[in-house]
């Protein structure tokens, strides 16, 4: 499908997925260029690093010979895929060009309605200190071998995308209801991993301790982890501290090895297991996956942390209730002797009403709540507003909230020695460098 005799290019080249895919084919040493909004977008600094071309959407961009490859955020009559049609140049859907390309490789695929970033990101150090790996994180981040034997990838759900790939392996973190904009019920959404599970061609690594995942039917080998024995594959002997955590995994009953992982909270043990399961099933030994884990740095907008004088700030992605109680654990324990301050800005209106109990109930785990206002998606319409409020949030929430803003901080000025965590799949990040910027100014010695 590749062809070195042609340029590929972007239509929304920005975006994490897009971004991630455009790495991947410059990294296998093919011509890559995109377009996309003026507006800067930290997916595309490592674009221009490696000297991609970007240019802002317009119909002249389109030219011959080129591949167009286009962003699912963009119809079919954006300027650009409209004249490619006009010309009769090859055009891709980003989920069917890459469900294309991972066909030349031992593909893993990672799935789930939460953790998937943190696995794939995971997967991807591991394999590739291991074999020659190409890989694609949804934060952005992509990387192309040209003599790559592998190829991890994370796998969106959302409007049923992932369905375009029939991997080698799936790992599924979990099912939960989310994205109700688009799926009606948390039966739909298991019926799309289900169907995925299904497109399968090796083997299904899934969490155990989820019962949807329990309920799949498939032809091939499904390998269960979690924390308890009735799993194919548990940690046991775990020891959480503040520096990470460390368990011994049992495979089929007897014990793989013993492994550490410098990252916190139940959640990332559980994707661990899920890696380690993957390349144990490809031959590695529990020395050389251990020995790599070990390093492991993160990934973009997860669990990210820094100190300003003595108060720790930490930005995560957090956007479900499942995800913010899995951000207050790991926060509680990398530092547990401090206060856990959540600010959360809830990502758009029909997530927010329709789990506006849960993201109460998950918020009241920290000692304090911030709210920032909701974000709304570009496909809600404005009406959606009168659905749902952060006051309506607040409410529900079983202790004292403070709404604040980018131009609202002095609520959080009060704190010293506690721990900011900042949380959301909006511009949160972005209330969290200007409370950065605006607490330096208040504390003079902080940078």
């Known amino acids: 499908m590749l062809s070195h005799e042609t340029t590929y290019h972007f239509v929304g080249i920005k975006g994490s997925g897009m971004s991630s895919l455009a790495l991947v084919l410059h990294g296998q040493g093919y ?16 674009l221009e690093n490696r000297g991609v071309a970007l240019f802002a959407f317009g119909a002249d961009n389109i030219r011959e010979g080129l591949t167009i490859i286009a962003g699912n955020a963009f119809s079919d009559n954006h300027e650009e895929l409209v004249r490619a049609r006009e010309m009769g140049l090859p055009i891709y859907r980003y989920q069917d060009f890459l469900g294309n390309l991972i066909q030349a490789y031992t593909s893993v695929a990672v799935t789930g309605c939460h953790g998937k970033t943190s696995t794939t990101g995971l997967m991807a150090h591991a394999l590739k200190h291991l074999a020659p790996t190409c890989y694609l994180i949804g934060d952005g981040t992509g990387y192309g071998s040209e003599g790559a034997n592998y190829f991890a990838l994370e796998a969106c759900e959302y409007r049923r995308h992932f369905l375009a790939y029939h991997p080698d392996y799936t790992i599924i973190t979990n099912i939960d209801f989310d994205h109700p904009d688009y799926y009606s019920s948390i039966e739909d959404v298991f019926s799309a991993f289900q169907q995925f599970a299904f497109q399968t061609k090796k083997a299904v690594i899934a969490y155990g301790g989820d019962a949807y995942l329990r309920q799949l039917k498939v032809d091939i080998p499904i390998y269960y982890y979690g924390l308890t024995e009735q799993e194919d594959v548990y940690a046991t002997a775990i020891e959480r501290t503040p520096e990470g955590s460390a368990f011994d995994v049992m495979y089929q009953g007897e014990r793989f090895g013993r492994f550490q992982v410098p990252t916190f909270g139940e959640h990332n043990i559980l994707n661990a297991l899920a890696v380690i399961t993957v390349l144990k099933l490809e031959g590695f030994s529990a020395e050389s996956i251990a020995e790599h884990l070990a390093t492991f740095g993160g990934v973009k907008r997860r669990f990210s942390e820094k100190k300003v004088n003595d108060l720790i700030l930490i930005d995560d992605y957090a956007h479900h209730p499942s995800e913010i109680r899995a951000t207050i654990d790991a926060t509680k324990q990398r530092h547990p002797h401090r206060r856990c301050v959540a600010i959360f800005q809830p990502h758009t209106y029909t997530r927010t009403v329709a789990l506006l109990q849960e993201f109460a109930d998950a918020l009241a785990l920290a000692d304090d709540v911030y709210l920032v206002d909701i974000f709304a998606s570009a496909r809600e319409k404005e009406s959606m507003e009168q659905l749902v409020t952060i006051d309506d949030l ?32 909006g511009d949160i990040d972005k209330v969290g460098q200007q409370f950065e910027k605006a607490y330096a100014q208040l504390h003079p010695n902080t940078l």
Not at 33 to 40: E, L, N, R
């Open 31 to 46: 011509r890559v260029q995109g377009s996309d909004v003026p507006t800067y977008f930290f997916t595309q600094q490592e």
């Open 394 to 425: 607040a409410r529900m929430i079983d202790k004292p909230v403070e709404i604040v803003s980018a131009t609202h901080l002095s609520p959080l000025m009060k704190y010293e020695d506690d721990v900011l965590v900042f949380m959301g799949a």
